[in-house]
């Protein structure tokens, strides 16, 4: 009955959210009017390069979204006060699960370091920044840090030890040797839980495969999702670059404006990034930076003049692009990056059981169409993709979470 | 009493004759109607039926292979049902055509029909029932992989007189309905988009059986093909000649089942030749003496 219910109203969100989706759509067939009475569209160019430049910069020194990390916080309060009182029968782990594309890691480190210093607490944060080139290594890294520094370090019968874990992701492949790390963390779980409490960092989409492979659930506690941020939070959060360059936001359509009459453009164009974002603070950044554009105030300028004249960045209602067409290939490429959050080219093949050669090739004309991004060595999906990735993997039998 | 039965016979023999004769002049009656417009006309509607067929079978297989893999089967399999509906409108209107379908020509035709195809074509008559039955009992559809005979494979079209099916070799074998009568029908997925794949490994019996099984267990976890929300199981069974174990498991797509099978084949052995596993070894008798020697 519960998990009827639980179906029925996760159904009435999408239906809301499909329905959200496709307003400006369905209303478009009911006002007939909109084309006579919507403004004349203003003319938008391309930002010129120094501004394109400063709002990329900008964007990549935003700090990470704190109410993410006052979420975490939050949870992490009440599952250590839980520990505290009964060391013997509550759970000594939290799992925080973050959308695959978010740098879980990150958030949950600063987060840790904070937590840390507010409670006075040592905590021993996994010293990892990438999953280790050889897959067998993975296992003797975590038995170094995990295993050995607690056991020399730990005089006392009594004192306390807070194990991190920023990203789960990288300690496991999906090979045949890849999942011994998380067999050896298995195995860390059911000990010494009277002394030692876990904090773990992981993707959703690896936590759901993990949880299938190894039912890594049943030795963890409670799992905890990053909650969706709302529009508000993104206008404060993007508030700093929004007042550095000036944007001003773009009047929405004639039955939005309709429908939301009593609000001003920015809360308009901020509920919609939101809603496009599906409240995941990494998409919404980048969706945020495609809907800037250079608003010209004469049409007949001509380019040098454009140029000349003072930046004018314009944020256009906020749109996800359509996802390139892909190969059932692909698929399983793209989804082997969304269960490792990132791969080297190397991990990426060993993960397909393919050769190098064979996936470089697929991973090249991917990366031309946009939907995977190479950072230095290592490949991510471009989060702009998400959204309808994650449909299409789901809609072809891939298990992305929670189905 | 005797002579009562052969009156009796006498007459069921005579309204028989009779009966015979006037179907045999209704028929003449009915043919005599046929004119070159309504042939024309005919020939027109049976063209008709002909590219809306052939529409039907593009578009459905177009739409088939465009949309999300979990309505792939569901549209496939709606086209018999579209393709019988095409036919059965196609008959209904060409019989209306040239038999005016009165109660009368109705049952003359019908009487006509049935013994010639009583004797010419039984099989053909039967096909087309099993097919339509078929139909609702769901034995096969288009998209579900199949064991008919000998015979195993996808089944790529649905017939009104047959099936059609692509085998791992690529070869395209047609079988008709009626061999659901006699033969049984082993079908892999029924509908479904995963089909299990059994893949079979053999050792020799000192093997240590809870590692094989460690192994195989996570070929398959760790196969980017295997549909993790459907059970894998490894089942032992000892044979005279070694251990025999197989690997029970689903891939995401039925369609990938060969490509699955040997991922995971091949992924085992590697696995296997870093433990030296023995496999199984055929009793040499001459080595065996030679060394009794």
Known sequence: MVIFSVTIARMFKQLKNWLANQRSFLFSWYTKDSQETQEPERSLTELPPETKKQLVDLVQNLPNNPIEQEAISVKLDEAWKRWREDPNNANNSVVILSSPITAVSIIISETMKKWSQQKQIDIKLLPLTARPTEITDIKAKLEHFLKYKSEKENHDEKSVEVMVIPNLGWCFLRSLNGLEGIEYLQSLLCQHFQHRFWVIGAGQVGWEYLDLVCNLSAYCGETFVLPEVSPENLQTWLNPIVEQLSVTFDRPRIDQQLLKNDKDDQTRYFESLANVAEGVSTIAVQVFLKSIYQQVENDDQNEEEQAKSKPNPLAKTPQLPNLPSIDSIDRYILYSLLLHNDLTMSALAESLGDGEGEVQGRVQVLRRKGIIEQQNKILKINPIHYPKLKQELDSNNFIISGN | ?293
Request: aromatic share 10%; hydrophobic share 45%; charged share 20%.
């Open chain 2, 1 to 293: 009493m005797i002579k009562f039965m052969n009156i009796q016979i006498y007459w069921l023999a005579q309204s028989a004759k009779d009966a015979v004769k006037e179907t045999a002049e209704d028929t003449k009656d009915i043919v005599s109607q046929i004119t070159t417009g309504k042939v024309a006309q005919g020939i027109l509607i049976l063209l008709t039926a002909y590219t809306v067929l052939r529409i039907l079978d593009k578009l459905i297989l177009w739409l088939s292979e465009k949309i999300a893999k979990e309505w792939r089967l569901r549209v496939k399999q709606f086209l018999p049902f579209l393709r019988m509906v095409v036919l059965t409108t196609t008959i209904v209107v060409l019989m209306n055509l040239f038999l005016n379908l009165s109660k009368e020509n109705i049952l003359a035709v019908t009487g006509t029909v049935a013994v010639a195809l009583g004797f010419a074509f039984k099989d053909y008559a039967s096909s087309i029932i099993a097919g339509v039955v078929g139909l609702f009992e769901s034995s096969y559809g288009v998209g579900d992989r199949v064991k008919i005979g000998e015979n195993y494979g996808e089944v790529v079209s649905y017939g009104l007189r047959s099936v059609r099916i692509q085998t791992p070799d690529d070869n395209l074998i047609t079988i008709p309905h009626n061999k659901i009568w006699t033969e049984a029908v082993s079908n892999a997925n029924a509908g479904a988009l995963e089909a299990q794949v059994v893949t079979e490994f053999y050792f020799a019996h000192e093997i240590d059986v809870n590692l094989v099984r460690k192994i195989l267990y996570r070929v398959a976890q760790t196969s980017k093909y295997t549909a993790l929300k459907l059970p894998i199981v490894v089942i032992i069974e000892e044979k005279p000649w070694g251990t025999m174990f197989k690997l029970k498991s689903y891939p995401l797509d039925a369609r990938d089942e060969f490509v699955y099978k040997t991922d995971l084949t091949s992924r085992a052995k590697q696995a296997f030749a870093k433990h030296n596993f023995a496999y199984p070894r055929i009793f040499d008798v001459e080595s065996a003496q030679s060394n009794k020697q």
